[in-house]
């Protein structure tokens, strides 16, 4: 706790420490040469001028002929002019020299083998002149431009084959003896690093050289060598891990030895342990190993870094939604969540993801992110929030929004989906969060895990939806029951620890209803209360041996190597969508596609599922 104490004892605000940063490390002003073909994105270090002037000489702007102008005054329809003096010519060949005007083959007429006009050319007509485009040595891009692909073809056209651009070389060193490189399989207790590409690919799309150096393991001299090297290779030093307040932690006493300590701590979620350290002039980060907060580090300290140094940003769209469901956050903190956006009935909708900072996968699902400042404590759903999106938002007008827990029956649906130009914009949450966001119109479709027993379904959620009209799409269905590392019946669950789902999952539902079937009450069932929040996690404790037993699907059973599987019910996958909606072209695509039989063979083969209802539609 002293070392907490010690680490921790003065956060400072996220606006201060950005300060702080550039103010620490001015530009390196480092320029890099590259050829025009891989310029683009880049941001120029100097002016760009034209090599030549475009065109280099009078040419022709239109297909027909050169002729005087002065020659062709006296042209009408009732007096025709015979052109004794004129030249064939193509769009961009050019004009000789004695002639002032182009006349555009439309308005030529032949007879007798001469050519004949009707009306005056007038001096200088369909003729580009040369340097109208450009002049040799005019300005093409100025300085601290973001180079476009639209720049890259007159670039070409001006004869510029290379460019110089801004640069900076930044070093990555991931620390940590659980960590094992990419293409090996870690053990339980180990992790593969994944903070060192992100930031590398991150950072490069900015235009930074970046140096991904060996992992280094929890060796405090090996570190502080390995900090050494690529402080003098760089301009900005990423240090991953070793940042938080662990005993194998040794970033800050490197940084207070080797140079300067500006800060550890910073009023941020995630990245609270980060730190910045000046060592022989270079900037050194300090990041914490989780890889939400690394990213979210890596975007909000690194990033900005290098655009004060005038590299180029990477592409986001600011825009106003809705937040689906009430958002709490703690006051004095700078929060940055992780969201998946959509649209429905004409509105930007989002739904915050996992904030857990190892749950990387709630970054690959997101399509952006919301930054609560501060000073705000909460956010209410319904309100109008500002959004950061990755993607352009017109990606969001051909999407269906789907809300609920997730399935790879789902994930089948979504590839296939993909192939009719609808994508399926999934956001996992629950059954009940999924029936919630369907009441207040904030998805497409609900995804939900419905429990059947003996052709009754059970209990269901959507009583919440207070008489609204909905229709059931089943997608598939899977055995649903007891599964052990022993054979037992249902009746022995009193006798045997089990692990629990939450209440409204498939799981939780079936065996209530066969506890009280059985006139078993839940309190005399060891493990009854000891709840995972994912009923995909049943199977994989009992394996594991953190219970004895518990509901889950068959597959989940078999993919878990437990041998006991005692069928007790069918868990009915369905998409449920409110009544009004079953006309939306997209919502019939959807109908049309699960009732394929494309999309049933694809269950087939995948194997587990029972597809006897795929299709079908319930009231």
């Known amino acids: 706790m002293d070392t907490m104490a010690k680490r921790y004892l003065s956060l400072i605000s996220f606006t201060d420490a950005l300060e702080r940063l550039k103010k620490s490390a001015p530009s390196p002003a480092r320029v890099e040469t590259v050829l025009l073909d891989v310029a683009a994105g880049r941001v120029t270090a100097e002016p760009v001028y034209a090599r030549f002037s475009v065109p280099g000489i009078n040419v022709a702007a239109m297909d027909g002929v050169a002729v005087h102008s002065a020659k062709t005054t006296t042209a009408s329809d009732q007096s025709p002019v015979i052109l004794t003096d004129s030249v064939r010519i193509n769009t961009g060949q050019p004009v000789p020299s004695s002639y002032d005007a182009v006349i555009m083959i439309e308005d030529v007429w032949e007879d007798g083998g001469k050519l004949v006009i009707r009306k005056p050319a007038a001096p200088w007509q369909f003729i580009r002149p040369a340097g109208e485009d450009i002049k040799k040595g005019d300005l093409i891009l100025p300085r601290r431009h973001r180079i476009r692909a639209i720049d890259i073809g007159a670039l070409a056209s001006y004869g510029v084959p290379f460019v110089n651009v801004l640069s900076a070389r930044v070093g990555i060193i991931s620390t940590g003896s659980e960590l094992v490189p990419l293409g090996i399989t870690p053990f339980p207790e180990q992790n593969v690093e994944s903070n060192n590409f992100f930031a590398e690919a991150y950072l490069t799309g900015m235009g930074a050289a970046c140096t991904r150096y060996p992992l280094v393991p929890d060796d405090r001299d090996m570190i502080e060598s390995q900090l050494h090297q690529a402080v003098k290779e760089n301009d900005l030093v990423l240090l991953s891990a070793g940042s938080s307040a662990g005993t194998t932690d040794f970033t800050e006493e490197i940084l207070k030895k080797a140079g300067k300590l500006l800060f550890h701590g910073v009023e941020i979620k995630p990245g609270k342990p980060v730190m910045l350290g000046i060592v022989d002039k270079i900037p050194v980060l300090g990041m914490p190993g989780y890889p939400v907060a690394a990213q979210t580090i890596v975007r909000e ?175 598939a269905e899977q055995p649903l029951g007891l599964a052990s590392r022993k054979e037992i019946s249902f009746v022995d669950i009193r006798e045997v620890p089990i692990i629990n789902t939450e209440r409204g999952t498939a799981n939780r539902t079936l065996l209530d209803a066969l506890l009280s079937r059985n006139h078993i009450n839940p309190s005399v069932v060891k493990g009854y209360g000891n709840e995972v929040k994912n009923p995909d996690a049943v199977a994989s404790r009992i394996a594991n041996f953190l219970a004895d037993a518990g509901i889950s699907t068959e597959g989940f059973a078999r993919s878990s190597g437990l041998p006991f599987f ?54």
């Open 566 to 619: 005692l069928p007790l019910g069918i868990d009915s996958y369905e998409l449920v969508m409110r009544a009004e909606t079953i006309k939306d072209p997209k919502i019939d695509t959807l109908i049309k596609t699960v009732q394929s039989s494309s999309f049933r063979e694809r269950l087939s083969q995948s194997g587990g599922y029972l597809t006897k209802n795929t299709g079908k539609i319930l009231p």
């Open 301 to 475: 300290f690194a990033a900005h870094l290098l655009e004060h140094w005038g590299l180029a940003p990477h592409p986001t769209y600011a825009m106003k939604a809705k937040l689906a469901q009430r958002l709490s956050s703690e006051l004095g903190y700078d929060e940055f969540v992780p969201l998946t956006t959509g649209r429905v009935d004409g509105k930007y909708v989002v739904f915050p993801l996992s904030r857990g900072f190892g749950v990387q996968s709630a970054l690959v699902r997101s399509n952006g992110y919301l930054h609560i400042p501060s000073s705000v404590e909460g956010l209410e759903a319904q309100q109008e929030v500002d959004v950061t999106l990755y993607d352009n938002p017109k990606v969001l007008e051909t999407s269906l929004f789907i809300v609920g827990p997730q399935s790879a029956i789902l994930h089948h649906l979504a590839d296939q989906m993909i192939d009719q130009g609808i994508p399926l914009r999934c956001c996992p949450t629950g059954n009940l969060g999924g029936v919630l966001a369907l009441r207040s119109g904030t998805c497409h479709a609900a995804a939900v895990h419905m429990p059947v027993l003996e052709e009754n379904v059970l209990p269901d959620p959507f009583k919440v939806l207070k008489n609204r009209q909905v229709i059931r799409l089943v997608l």
